[in-house]
């Protein structure tokens, strides 16, 4: 009985501390985690990878989990202008990208142009899995003010 009132409250600051340290869902976090890896010369299919994690650097660096889509060979990701992993990469700018167990460092820059066929293609590949969703997105014409789109390519 002792022991068990030593061990709950050990992993309820467990639970917190993995919380606060790494994302969950919508929630940022500060750790990526993940095997430090070199950047493939070609992604291959990445149709069935649905979320990345990504981190932007700072004096307290941003951990996100979201969706990715790949054009041409290339990924990109989406954010709305506002958010806060949006805003201290601005222009763009080193990040690092974790997709399934390995860990990429990535250079993301942002698009100025030829954003509406990623936003086309990014809006196709999640439509049929989160449909809700998607549908909550703002129209092409409404996005160029509300929202961002980064290339990541290797550093």
């Not at 022991?3 to 409250?9: D, H, M, N, S």
């Not at 649905?50 to 996100?64: A, C, K, S």
């Not at 100025?112 to 092409?140: C, H, M, N, Q």
Request: charged letters at 15%.
């Amino acid at each position: 009985m002792k022991a068990l009132k030593i061990l709950v409250p050990w992993c309820l600051v467990l639970l917190i501390a993995l919380a606060f340290f790494a994302p969950v869902g919508p929630l940022p976090g500060f750790l990526i985690g993940g095997a430090p890896s070199e950047v493939p010369g070609s992604w291959g299919e990445t149709a069935g990878i649905h979320e990345i994690t990504l981190e932007v650097p700072g004096p307290l660096p941003r951990v996100v989990i979201i969706w990715v889509v790949q054009s041409e060979g290339d990924l990109y990701i989406v954010g709305a202008r506002d958010s806060g992993w949006v805003s201290m990469l601005g222009r763009g700018g080193p990040v690092r990208m974790r997709m399934e167990d390995n860990t990429f460092s990535m250079n993301a820059t942002l698009l100025d142009t030829g954003w509406e066929p990623i936003i086309k293609a990014y809006l196709a590949k999640y439509r049929s899995d989160y449909p809700e969703i998607v549908d909550g997105f703002p129209s092409l014409d409404d996005a160029a003010g509300s929202i961002s789109v980064f290339r990541l390519t290797g550093q």
